[in-house]
């Protein structure tokens, strides 16, 4: 068993940790305090080829494997959550939703231009009575001539005013549950699209969250993803790779929040000494540093395991579990590392906390993971014990 990094992976981590370090996280603090969206972070990613990096090299994406898309993931979040979940709803739940589920023509139409940048993508599943539940949609697909009319109401979309194009999810046919979903392409100028008001968010905040209304809005029949049905099934695949997402931007938050906390640590004196000399600040960053390890090994398993088109469910969200509530307990230990100072905007130790909040949240909360988790286990344990109870 082999842990060690690819050269081609150690690339990648030294190469957008210095492009996280140098030019993204200068910016980040300024960001969060005005919530605008940070552009200019995304063009930087994008003349980088990192807004398709997991997408095969035919349709202008970088080609590279899942834990080196993770990596990068990571190395975001440890300079600024928001810039890292902007890539992550990009690569994995539109473009990657796309590559998964498109057939060859639609690949070959929509996956170039976000690839070059030129097209931001989004994601359109969660409805005001649809959070969890992602079988209870409201919107509706209504059949017309040469395609569908789409008219719902989709809240908490990353990305979403800023977007130019949306995977979104409609009910096809109501009478058949969850096997009446069907997945659309949409664009952000065709009419009937509209938007509500950016969300003011605890964390997050310059990702440019919000509603994305849709009123009869037609959409012609080769912008549907695989068969009428397959939405149900196409969201549950595609959570999967977000999830892997959210749980390297967690653990990439967690890392920043241990690098504050030792600068600081090493730079503080009280009573004569250094802080870090203490035993109760040793203690606190012994903690984080064991969980951001075990956070890492977790999530890199989970991106090999997906990137390589294993059925991982269960490891993805022990994964996004594990790294999200990790890095919630280790950036309200950086903060109370620094202090007073950790509760000002004087240092980014708070903006951490407050971002790493929502990794239990979306994709799927932490209550959510823990279901999948053990039905998994009371699943594999029934199939072990099966044979004793003939």
């Known amino acids: 068993m082999d842990f060690q990094l690819s050269e081609d992976q150690q690339a990648i981590r030294q190469a957008v940790h210095e492009l996280a370090q140098e030019m993204i996280k200068p910016r980040a603090a300024a960001a969060d305090h005005s919530g ?58 539109h473009a990657e939703c796309i590559l998964r589920n498109g057939n060859e023509a639609q690949r070959q139409r929509f996956l170039p231009p976000l690839c070059r940048g030129e097209v931001l993508g989004a994601y359109c599943l969660t409805e005001p009575q649809a959070g969890s539940d992602a079988a209870n949609l409201l919107t509706v697909a209504k059949r017309v001539a040469g395609g569908y009319e789409l008219t719902g109401r989709k809240v908490f979309v990353t990305n979403g005013s800023v977007a130019h194009r949306y995977v979104v999810y409609a009910v096809t046919d109501k009478d058949q549950g969850k096997k009446g979903l069907s997945a659309f392409v949409v664009d952000k100028d065709m009419p009937g699209v509209s938007f509500g008001p950016l969300l003011d968010k605890l964390g997050i905040r310059a990702s440019a969250t919000c509603d994305v209304v849709l009123d009869q809005v ?11 049905g397959d939405g149900y099934k196409i969201a549950l695949r595609t959570l999967q790779g977000g999830r892997v997402g959210i749980a390297a931007q967690a653990v990439g938050i967690l890392q920043g929040a241990i690098d504050t906390a030792t600068a600081y640590a090493l730079s503080r004196q009280q009573f004569g000494q250094l802080i870090g000399e203490y035993e109760a600040i040793q203690w606190m960053l012994a903690d984080m540093e064991t969980e951001v390890e075990a956070a890492r090994l977790l999530t890199y398993r989970a991106a090999w395991l997906h990137g390589s088109g294993q059925r991982a469910a269960a490891a993805i969200s022990m994964a996004k579990l594990f790294a999200s509530e990790a890095a919630m307990r280790g950036t ?50 029934t199939q072990q014990a099966a044979p004793l109870l003939v």
């Open 218 to 228: 037609v959409v012609s029949e080769d912008r549907r993803l695989g068969e009428e």
């Open 36 to 93: 605008e969206f940070p552009w200019e972070s995304v063009r930087l990613l994008a003349e980088q080829g990192y807004l398709g990096m997991n997408l095969p090299t035919e349709y202008g994406g970088a080609g590279l494997d899942y834990v080196s898309y993770a990596i990068a993931l990571e190395e975001l979040a440890r300079a600024d959550a928001t810039t890292a979940v902007i890539l992550d709803v990009q690569n994995s739940l």
């Open 332 to 381: 309200v230990k950086g903060v109370q590392i620094l202090g007073g100072y950790g509760f000002t905007s004087e240092y980014p130790a708070e903006r951490m906390m407050r971002d790493a909040k929502i990794t239990e949240i979306y994709e799927g909360t932490s209550e959510v993971q823990r279901m999948l988790i053990a039905r998994h286990v009371l699943d594999l344990h």
